[in-house]
């Protein structure tokens, strides 16, 4: 399953962090968090997150979204 979204670029000292926040949900590579970088956004600022749903999972693959800078969280959505 996959997801597509807007996130725009950041500032490089900017650091996107993407957590899945329910069970039975990984993205592909089995881990729960994705930190992002320029390199995952093309150049319209799109990226794809792809998301490994277990068999029997009745919830979506919530996932939220923190913009770190060093060990300060600038917000999460």
Known sequence: MKSQAYYRKYPSNVAPRVDIIVAGVTFEDGSVTKWL????????????LRF????????????????MEG?????TR
Do not use: I
């Not at 970088?37 to 794809?48: I, L, P, Y």
């Not at 060990?71 to 917000?75: A, C, E, S, W, Y």
């Open 52 to 67: 490994a749903v277990s068999p029997g999972v009745a919830t979506s693959f919530c996932h939220q979204m923190t913009l």
């Open 37 to 48: 970088t320029a390199e995952d956004f093309d150049d319209s600022g799109m990226t794809k």
């Open 71 to 75: 060990d300060t969280v600038l917000g």
